[in-house]
């Protein structure tokens, strides 16, 4: 089963910036559509950006204009790039299949913002 480690989560001032990375084990993701999760404390898991294997990007609302989603395939890598970052982005934030079901979530980078 892949599983997938997620690291560069940290402590961030309101407007500041971090980059998020992720690389998997088991599997070269290069042709998979891919994904950034989080999840707030009491709150549901929710995708925050996609990237396809071309290079075609999604991103929420909420997140729009201040996060950038890229990837690195001859690395395995997957980044999000969080900029302006804001209180409301405080979470743990995975990095997923968004068509496929056979990753496992990993632990997950926790990223505080304060306020």
């Known amino acids: 089963q892949v599983q997938f480690v997620e690291s560069g989560g940290g402590l961030a001032q309101p407007g500041g910036s971090l980059r998020l990375s992720c690389t998997a084990s088991?599997?070269?993701?290069?042709?998979?559509?891919m994904g950034w999760y989080r999840q707030a404390a009491g709150k549901q898991r929710e995708l925050v950006a996609s990237i396809m294997s071309g290079g075609a990007t999604n991103y929420a609302d909420f997140v729009k204009g201040r996060f950038t989603i890229s990837r690195d395939n001859a690395e395995n890598m997957l980044y999000l790039q969080m900029n302006s970052l804001k209180p409301e982005d405080t979470a743990v934030y995975y990095c997923?299949?968004?068509?496929?079901?056979?990753?496992?979530w990993g632990q997950g980078t926790q990223v505080t913002v304060s306020s």
């Open positions: 997923n299949y968004v068509y496929r079901d056979d990753g496992s």
């Open positions: 088991g599997s070269i993701f290069s042709l998979y559509t």
